[in-house]
T-cell receptor, first 113, second 111 residues
Framework: DQQVKQNSPSLSVQEGRISILNCDYTNSMFDYFLWYKKYPAEGPTFLISISSIKDKNEDGRFTVFLNKSAKHLSLHIVPSQPGDSAVYFC????????????FGKGTKLTVNP | GAGVSQSPSNKVTEKGKDVELRCDPI?????LYWYRQSLGQGLEFLIYFQGNSAPDKSGLPSDRFSAERTGGSVSTLTIQRTQQEDSAVYLC?????????FGSGTRLTVV
């Protein structure tokens, strides 16, 4: 039972355009969401997060949107750069309990020069 | 050290052998996690240590898997009688207040 789903295993965009990575979740108890970025042979690194009390969080070229009613979040990268090419994982958690994160399967983003 | 350190970085073992994977978390991080990533899969939760509390072992796939965390610091993940389906990248992370920092992982190959 996948509680966090990233239905697109891969995405390819042109440099300078917008990248939109999507994530859906099924557990309505989740109230904290994160995006991680992973390069080959490295561990995932934290990118951006959002609490369920917000519907948008922005950090430079990265913006995360949360639609609680649809149980959907998305990561927007604009403008996309070749160095953004990596696997992006969506993760979710229930605050107030353990800090355990539930991860999606990841989306491999390729930004073409 | 500055980050989470895992060793070895690569391990090839024969089916049926036992393996031990080590994780050195960031000093001061009270929480430590083990995840694994099998080919084409996401990050699968295995086990979670938080301070002196009993570990959350709910993600361990079988009783061949065990982990311990000595002195609230270094952790060892042990897989007994390895099987080919155990082949994966095993990732350790430590955190404080959701600030997960992952190590680079141990790539385990069971032949």
């Amino acid at each position: 039972d996948q509680q966090v789903k990233q239905n697109s295993p891969s995405l390819s965009v042109q440099e300078g355009r917008i990248s939109i990575l999507n994530c859906d979740y099924t557990n309505s108890m989740f109230d904290y969401f994160l995006w991680y970025k992973k390069y080959p042979a490295e561990g995932p690194t934290f990118l951006i997060s959002i609490s369920s009390i917000k519907d948008k969080n922005e950090d430079g070229r990265f913006t995360v949107f949360l639609n609680k009613s649809a149980k959907h979040l998305s990561l927007h990268i604009v403008p996309s750069q070749p160095g953004d090419s990596a696997v992006y994982f969506c993760a979710a958690s229930v605050t107030g309990g353990s800090e355990k994160l539930v991860f999606g399967k990841g989306t491999k983003l390729t930004v073409n020069p | 050290g500055a980050g989470v350190s895992q060793s070895p970085s690569n391990k090839v073992t024969e089916k049926g052998k036992d393996v031990e994977l080590r994780c050195d978390p960031i000093s001061g991080h009270t929480a430590l996690y083990w995840y694994r990533q099998s080919l084409g899969q996401g990050l699968e939760f295995l086990i979670y240590f938080q301070g002196n509390s009993a570990p959350d072992k709910s993600g361990l796939p079988s009783d061949r898997f065990s982990a311990e965390r000595t002195g609230g610091s270094v952790s060892t993940l042990t897989i007994q009688r390895t099987q080919q389906e155990d082949s994966a990248v095993y990732l350790c992370a430590s955190s404080i207040n959701y600030g997960y920092t992952f190590g680079s992982g141990t790539r385990l190959t069971v032949v």
